[in-house]
């Protein structure tokens, strides 16, 4: 929000080829999924759309999203737990997701002081209501196809 910069983050990627999938941060709670960091400089944000790759399908929310969060200078701030739920598929490409968003801190912040032994614990400030749980943010999803037609 802050000079009205875009940008853009992608975290995960999809593991249909790999024979074993990878592990993650949340195995030992049999939950899939990452915490992961990233460094902004000290401003405003707001997220205001996500998205899900998957082979040629490209899906994302049909309504706008608003988390707004603010980064403050030599702080970390937890911006709460995105859950990517596949609610369709044609074969192993995901058609379909519904994401809720939620305050997990603590589970999340445990991973996070292991993970990234550097950030202090008292150096991180929440940017999600305590206790959050949304269901279904950005409404239903919309898929579009990017199918590359090859003629001979």
Sequence with gaps: MDNQIRGEIQFGEGVALLPIPPKGDFSHLNRKGEVFAVELPAGKYRIWRWGVNSGY??????????IEFKVEPGKATYLGNFDFVQTDSMGLTVTGVKVNYSDQSQVDLDI???KYPALDAKNIIKGVEDNANYQGI??????????????M
Excluded: E, F, L, Y
């Design 57 to 66: 399908a490209h899906i994302k929310p049909v309504n706008p999203i608003a």
């Design 112 to 114: 996070v002081s292991k």
């Design 138 to 151: 950005g409404g239903t999803d919309q898929t579009n196809w990017d199918i590359p037609i090859i003629i």
